[in-house]
T-cell receptor, first 113, second 109 residues
């Protein structure tokens, strides 16, 4: 059974049109992460939530925002997608911040046209 | 800045061969090193290593960590076409995972 679920699997959006990607988890994990992975590159952490505490990476563009309304759900909002934002977006969860493996969702592949 | 370097970047071998994938790291506040297998979708977890010299094994896959020399290796014996994937190494430190760019492994039947 899927434990970290991302929707949609594929998303096409227009240049500059806001888009929201969603992630839900059934693991009751405290931490939820959003990664951006471009072709042939390593996943890059954008931000994470520890419970309701939001932690933004220093180099994450302001264009990227996130919401976590409850333990199970986390959203990635891209306010004005550019062509350079086309990527796979991975959601992951872990029980605690340290010393534990992260469980990944299937990813959402975002195309910007 | 934390850094994880994987080598080789890509590897093509014949079915049945044994391969060794390498991961070196420079991370402050090291907690653990993790290996993931990524096919066309999201990474799937393989191993988590926290102690030097203790081999973790799962079927034909095994991995070991050297915290003194700051590297890890992932071995796959008797490779199969289903092993074709990108293998990602990630290090847990400073409250986040830092990933390497991965090794793309292709198994030729």
């Amino acid at each position: 059974d899927a434990m970290v679920i991302q929707n949609p699997r594929y998303q096409v959006t227009q240049f500059g049109k806001p888009v929201t990607l969603s992630c839900s988890q059934t693991l009751n994990h405290n931490v939820m992460y959003w990664y951006q992975q471009k072709s042939s590159q390593a996943p890059k952490l954008l931000f994470h939530y520890y419970d309701k505490d939001f932690n933004n990476e220093a180099d994450t563009p302001d264009n990227f925002q996130s919401r976590r309304p409850n333990t199970s759900f986390c959203f990635l909002d891209i306010r004005s997608p550019g062509l350079g934002d086309a990527a796979m977006y991975l959601c992951a969860t872990s029980r605690v911040l340290r010393n534990t493996e992260a469980f990944f969702g299937q990813g959402t592949r975002l195309t910007v046209v | 800045e934390d850094k994880v370097v994987q080598s080789p970047l890509s590897l093509v071998v014949h079915e049945g061969d044994t391969v060794t994938l390498n991961c070196s790291y420079e991370v402050t506040n090291f907690r653990s090193l993790l290996w993931y297998k990524q096919e066309k979708k999201a990474p799937t977890f393989l191993f988590m290593l926290t102690s030097s010299g203790i081999e973790k094994k799962s079927g034909r896959l095994s991995s070991i960590l050297d915290k003194k020399e700051l590297f890890s290796i992932l071995n796959i014996t008797a490779t199969q076409t289903g092993d074709s994937a990108v293998y990602l190494c990630a290090v847990d430190g400073n409250e986040k995972l830092t990933f390497g760019t991965g090794t793309r492994l292709t198994i030729i039947p």
